[in-house]
């Protein structure tokens, strides 16, 4: 069984800087994607990020592009999500997802991720 576990959430100043975690555990080998989505209070849950762990292709939203990135440790089955420049409008509920499909061409789908963690809270004060 496949679970996804973040972890790193936490208050930060605005302009500053902060790395999430996503574990995976369940899959056999790396055909899968990792995608960070975000929810703020109010608001519908936004895709932000996605990974591959087999290609390492990243594709990212325009809200964060040129700040947040993501890297993969295959190894440790592992994504980190690295936050710079954080506004205050980046504070959210931060998840992460998993599924199989993988695509070099263009993102995976929301509805394709079928694994969610429990998510974790950034905060970002002005």
């Known amino acids: 069984e496949v679970h996804v576990v973040e972890s790193g959430g936490g208050l930060v100043q605005a302009g500053g800087s902060l790395r999430l975690s996503c574990a995976a555990s369940?899959?056999?080998?790396?055909?899968?994607?990792i995608g960070w989505f975000r929810q703020a209070p109010g608001k519908e849950r936004e895709a932000i990020l996605s990974?591959?762990?087999?290609?390492?292709?990243?594709f990212d939203a325009d809200s964060v592009k040129g700040r947040f990135t993501a890297s993969k440790d295959n190894a440790k089955n592992t994504v980190y999500l690295l936050m710079n420049s954080l506004k205050p409008e980046d504070t959210a509920i931060y998840y992460c997802?998993?599924?199989?499909?993988?695509?070099?061409?263009?993102?995976?789908?929301?509805?394709?991720?079928?694994?969610w963690g429990q998510g974790t809270q950034v905060t970002v004060s002005s």
């Open positions: 997802a998993a599924t199989s499909y993988t695509d070099d061409v263009r993102p995976p789908p929301t509805y394709e991720y079928d694994y």
């Open positions: 369940g899959f056999t080998d790396d055909d899968y994607t």
């Open positions: 990974i591959s762990m087999s290609s390492g292709v990243t």
